[in-house]
């Protein structure tokens, strides 16, 4: 590989059957312009450490595989380029708040429990057949969701989140994301199936507004909207309970 400058990367190290706890290990790596801090780690693993774990699958931020703390910054490895990272060193660690798998790779149980719990798919109380035909959207209808489905899973938000931090009992910004984004949805008759979880102890008013999620999402998401406007139907829903139980949500 020919290059003209080295940077230096400090991965954090750890294997829970061998190590009593996380150690930084530094490489120095030669890089071009147009090498992402993923392919750095390749580069460590192909040429430097074989045993240097961390996942990747797309390379082009639509996967999220590849989430990692750049400088204590959540980003994703292949979207941010050694060029900015400049002269270094770089301190690459696996995403905060989750427990560590092994080196760079967290374990992503609980955030998959929790994207389970709002069930993110749509829910028709009378399934649709073939023989129905397509069921139409309009232009506006689609515009009501489309933001919140363009989420990739890469967990940023979480790692950004000082409430899931504090609580790891909080549904996180992903989650109630994707909870919102079939809620909006005109096809979908769940709302009322997910409102335990938008108004439990651990949905949305457990979110204190800081809006780092929305920050650091790469896709431009922007979680904090979603769970902004499920406070406001979290507390319609309230209300409608008392002049109105059956008509409190959607479904």
């Excluded at 994301?177 to 809620?183: D, E, F, S, V, W």
Aim: neutral net charge; glycine residues 8%.
């Amino acid at each position: 590989m020919t290059a003209e400058k080295t940077i230096r990367i400090e991965c954090l190290r750890y294997h829970p059957e061998q190590d009593k706890e996380p150690r930084l290990q530094t490489y120095d790596v030669p890089y071009t312009d147009d090498m992402s801090l993923l392919q750095g780690l390749q580069y460590i693993k192909d040429h430097i450490d074989g045993s240097l774990t961390f996942r990747w699958s797309c390379r082009m931020a639509i996967c999220g595989s590849c989430g990692v703390m750049i400088n204590g910054v959540p980003s994703l490895g292949c979207h941010t380029f050694l060029r900015d990272l400049g002269p270094g060193p770089v301190r690459v660690e696996p995403l905060t708040h989750f427990p560590i798998q092994r080196d760079l790779a967290i374990d992503q149980t609980d955030f998959l429990r929790k994207l389970e719990s709002v069930k993110p798919w749509i829910i028709n109380q009378t399934p649709k057949k073939p023989s129905d035909g397509p069921n139409r959207q309009t232009p506006l209808q689609i515009d009501d969701y489309y933001q919140f489905s363009e989420c990739i899973n890469c967990l940023l938000c979480y790692a950004a989140c000082p409430q899931y931090g504090l609580n790891p009992e909080f549904t996180g910004p992903a989650a109630l994301t994707l909870l919102h984004r079939y809620n909006a949805d005109s096809r979908d008759e769940g709302t009322a199936e997910r409102m335990a979880v938008i108004n439990g102890e651990n949905g949305v008013w457990g979110c204190t507004l800081v809006s780092y999620c929305s920050e650091v999402c790469p896709k431009g998401v922007d979680p904090a909207r979603a769970i902004n406007q499920n406070k406001i139907n979290s507390t319609k829903d309230y209300f409608l309970r008392f002049v109105a139980p059956r008509g409190a949500s959607k479904g």
